[in-house]
């Protein structure tokens, strides 16, 4: 199963983007916090979709923290355009958001 709860630190919010047939979109950009100092950071996409979009782009603002419920998929990134080479990041499609600390 992909279905998971993280706590994280909201790192950017993209603001909130319409589909032609309506459907709202909030992306953010975020962080598992680290509890070790020598780990590498993960950061995630995270993408809120309909109602709930409209909330994320209102509310949570970078150094956030939230809790974030959904499903875990692997997305493809273009990392160098020149040399069209491909990476994989982890995103997240969510269904609840819980604010957890507001900074």
Known sequence: MNYSILTVKVLKNFGQSFFPDGTALTELTVQVPQVRKNNVKILLQVS????????????????????????????????????????????????????????
């Open 48 to 103: 809120v979709w309909g109602k709930l979009s409209y909330d994320a782009a209102k509310y949570y603002k970078p150094n956030d923290y939230i809790i974030l419920e959904g499903y875990l998929s692997m997305g493809d990134i273009n990392v160098d355009r020149i040399k069209n080479l491909k990476d994989k990041q982890l995103e997240i499609s969510v269904f609840k958001i819980y604010p957890f600390l507001f900074k």
